[in-house]
């Protein structure tokens, strides 16, 4: 399973991809460049990563982590939040990138030029394939499409195999949403959560049901969408009849509730 796209609403693992930057002309335009030629998307990045960063639950949401935050195994987020509460508007970066510092610029490059990562394109919505129509009520202002590096599609691809892709709606707090763009939707995040229909990640293909799981939260007082969310996600599923859950009417054997009404899909992958 992917995610494909990140619907997003506007309210008003660990030491991965280590990047050493010095303080040169090169090293600040390779960071400009980035946000200069995918301004939304880097805007977007930044405000996922500091909802984990401010999070109670921090020390579970932010993965992967910045090493070069961490010594002797000790996650230093006092020092990353203080760093990321000094980070300028986009706006203001581009028009003066010399007034960053050197950790800071150290940051950006690693959650922007870091090619194993993924990155989001804004895309209008009109351009977007959903899985069922969305209510008014949950229309975004913004789509963003996840690009996902190249070895990673492949592996998408090669687990697919011949087996039939379908599209679901994934909804969580906001402050999860760093992780699953950097390292998808795991299972093993969701043992301690509701198990109605048994352990796994729960999807739907009705946006109103994710809706649910989606609260608006705080994310970057300084992000040009807005500082508070509401996510929802539009995942790819490889269609596995033995490891994928759902109403079936050629294949009842899928549903673990027959007797739902619901239109839930449960990827256990």
Known sequence: MKNINMLETEGNI????????????????????????????CDMVL???????NSYRSDHCLRPFPSNFIKDNVKDISRLRNLCDKIPPLE?????????SDEMLLLLSWLFVEKSFPSLELLPFS????????????????????HYHPKIEELFKFRKGDKDVILAYHGSHI??????????????????????FGK????????????????????????SLGNKHSIIAICEIINDIHKVKCKDS????????ENSTAEVRRNTL
């Open 14 to 41: 660990d030491g991965v991809g280590n990047i050493q930057v010095r303080r040169d002309s090169n090293s600040v335009q390779v960071v400009t460049n980035a946000i200069e030629t995918n301004f939304k998307g």
């Open 47 to 53: 405000t996922l990563f500091i909802a984990a960063l």
């Open 92 to 100: 203001e970066f581009l028009a003066q990138p010399l007034i960053c």
């Open 127 to 146: 351009s977007n394939i959903l899985p069922n129509n969305i209510p008014d009520f949950y229309k975004p202002q913004f789509v963003f499409e996840v």
């Open 175 to 196: 402050d999860n949403f760093y992780s699953i763009l950097k390292v998808g939707l795991q299972q093993h995040f969701s043992l301690e959560k509701e198990t109605l």
């Open 200 to 223: 796994g990640i729960y999807l739907s293909s009705e946006c109103s049901v994710s809706g649910h799981y989606s609260p608006f939260g705080q994310t970057w007082k300084n992000s």
């Open 250 to 257: 050629d294949n009842r054997n899928r549903s673990i509730n």
